[in-house]
């Protein structure tokens, strides 16, 4: 069974930094693209970013570019974004999902995880 | 990165058909045929219903179907039930240097 488990979202000052985590199982993490989704409070899904199976690809929305930094550790099966600068805008549910193709993009999201709460306010 | 544009409300009764809007440009939607549609109720995450434009995953009842023309993307559901009361996403591939684009979401009331 597919399982993504976000962690290291809270409370963060305007500025701030933050870093979540997404933990996989249940399929072979390293042949998937990965992405970030977020979801701000009684708004819509806003795609984040994205990084490519082996990590040598990453796409940012313009929202996040130079300040969020996506990465993975395909011997941990862990999936992390770096959120420097944090503005109240950021502030979202932010959810990992898993790429539908293996081993090459697929620009669609087959499995999600539960999402963690960050939220940027001083 | 435009947004897709949905209708932010869609409704029917149980047991008729909803057809739910998803308009991009040539550079999305009408240029790829990598539109896929989500269903998320509150509170929840997101499910994947549909991808490249109408294939449906294994557990997605065949009353949910996709189709497309031009540059505009449409998500079906028929026999309407009281479970598909949620919202709706779609999205589509936005070109080279991003992944994907998502829709403003429609959210669909079951009468």
């Known amino acids: 069974e597919v399982q993504l488990l976000e962690s290291g979202g809270g409370l963060v000052r305007p500025g701030g930094s933050l870093r979540l985590s997404c933990a996989a199982s249940?399929?072979?993490?390293?042949?998937?693209?990965m992405s970030w989704v977020r979801q701000a409070p009684g708004k819509g899904l806003e795609w984040v970013s994205f990084?490519?199976?082996?990590?040598?690809?990453?796409y940012y929305a313009d929202s996040v570019k130079g300040r969020f930094t996506i990465s993975r550790d395909n011997s941990k099966n862990t999936l992390s974004v770096q959120m420097n600068s944090l503005r109240a805008e950021d502030t979202a549910v932010y959810y990992c999902?898993?790429?539908?193709?293996?081993?090459?993009?697929?620009?669609?999201?087959?499995?999600w995880g539960q999402g963690t709460l960050v939220t940027v306010s001083s | 990165q435009s947004a897709l544009t949905q209708p932010p409300s869609a409704s029917g009764s149980p047991g008729q058909s909803v057809t739910i809007s998803c308009t991009g440009t040539?550079?999305?939607?009408?240029?790829?045929?990598?539109v896929s549609w989500y269903q998320q109720h509150p509170g929840k995450a997101p499910k994947l219903m549909i991808y490249?434009?109408?294939k449906r995953p294994s557990g997605v009842p065949d009353r949910f179907s996709g189709s497309k023309s031009g540059n505009t993307a449409s998500l079906t559901v028929s026999g309407l039930q009281a479970e598909d009361e949620a919202d709706y996403y779609c999205t589509s591939y936005a070109g080279s240097n991003t992944y994907v684009v998502f829709g403003g979401g429609t959210k669909l009331t079951v009468l």
């Open positions: 249940g399929f072979t993490f390293s042949s998937y693209a």
């Open positions: 490249e434009v109408s």
């Open positions: 999902a898993k790429d539908g193709n293996w081993n090459y993009p697929s620009y669609y999201f087959d499995y």
């Open positions: 040539s550079s999305d939607v009408g240029g790829y045929n990598y």
């Open positions: 990084i490519s199976a082996g990590g040598g690809s990453t």
